[in-house]
């Protein structure tokens, strides 16, 4: 991580790929051990956004990579909005 520049472009990019990365890993994790999977695909969803939580905060604290962080929470809020806008969960 010390080697990545310090960019919030950069962070965008972290910040969307690696929820698909963790999905992904997810849903193959649970095909490949159960008959039946148990989780819905919106738990699995939100199980991959969160994954970028422990990921900014060492980013932040650790690497001190204020721009990286910034792009990282950016990406995060719009998987977020996402996730609200296309399970249907804003009531007006």
Do not use: C
């Not at 929820?19 to 994790?29: E, F, G, N, Q, R």
């Not at 792009?71 to 996402?82: D, H, K, P, R, V």
Request: hydrophobic share 55%; net charge positive.
């Amino acid at each position: 991580m010390d080697k990545l520049k310090d960019s919030i472009i950069l962070g965008i990019i972290l910040g969307a790929l690696i929820p698909v990365v963790s999905y992904a890993l997810i849903l193959s994790l649970l095909e490949l051990t159960l008959a039946e999977n148990p989780l819905r695909i919106s738990t699995m969803q939100v199980i991959a956004i969160f994954v970028n939580f422990p990921i900014f905060r060492n980013i932040l604290t650790k690497y001190k990579k204020d721009k990286l962080g910034r792009g990282m929470l950016l990406s995060t809020f719009i998987l977020a909005a996402w996730y609200i806008i296309y399970h249907d969960m804003l009531a007006f």
